[in-house]
């Protein structure tokens, strides 16, 4: 008589488990849909044994971003029960398609804000200021976004943290920033 293992509990967004789970259950890929933005919720096939073995549903769901809408941990993960181990009906082409529809990303660079705070100031600092000190927006927003490939969410988390340190004065309009003297006291 086998014991059993003991059942996790559904937690609502993610499976419960992972895919050591999966595949001690005799699962060879599982399906990943992306459930976010506006691309008929588009599907790929992932083997299990390329994700981390280690880490649960809940961590390798919201690391998995969709690249066509760019959403981040808005997927559904299930089993592929017809792939199961003893079935002929499974396909070494499975699990090709998913570097180009989902990737697993890596941390992020700038989701600590205060990383990303950082990088806005080198950014404000390298611009030559305008009439009183403006810095226009776009010459901050532009290299974080465009070149150092920042997200927007990552990007107004790095102003704000700015902005509540004192290191930048973010104008009304939005249009603008100013050094404080904390924020040029940082490249003195």
């Known amino acids: ?89 499974h396909s070494p082409s499975i699990g090709k398609r998913e570097t180009q529809l989902l990737k697993l990303t890596t941390d992020r660079p700038f989701a600590n804000p205060e990383k990303a705070a950082r990088r806005l100031l ?18 901050i927003n532009g290299p974080f976004l465009f070149g150092d490939k920042g997200t927007p969410a990552e990007y107004s988390a790095g102003l704000e943290l700015a902005v509540a340190r004192g290191w930048l004065e973010l104008h009304e309009s939005g249009t603008y920033v100013k050094f404080t003297t904390a924020g040029a006291d940082l490249f003195a």
Not at 122 to 139: D, L, N, S, V
């Open 122 to 139: 080198e950014h404000a600092h390298a611009f030559e200021p305008i009439h009183e000190g403006r810095i226009y927006i776009e010459k």
């Open 1 to 89: 008589m086998t014991s059993q293992r003991p059942q996790s509990r559904w937690t609502g967004k993610y499976p419960p488990g992972g895919p050591a789970d999966w595949i001690a259950d005799g699962h060879l890929t599982c399906n990943i849909q992306c459930s976010g933005g506006n691309f008929d919720r588009r599907m790929v096939d992932v083997r299990l044994d390329t994700l981390p073995q280690h880490q649960p549903w809940s961590r390798i769901g919201r690391r998995l971003v969709c690249s066509k809408c760019g959403a981040a941990g808005s997927v559904n993960i299930v089993p592929n029960w017809h792939d199961r181990i003893g079935r002929s009906c």
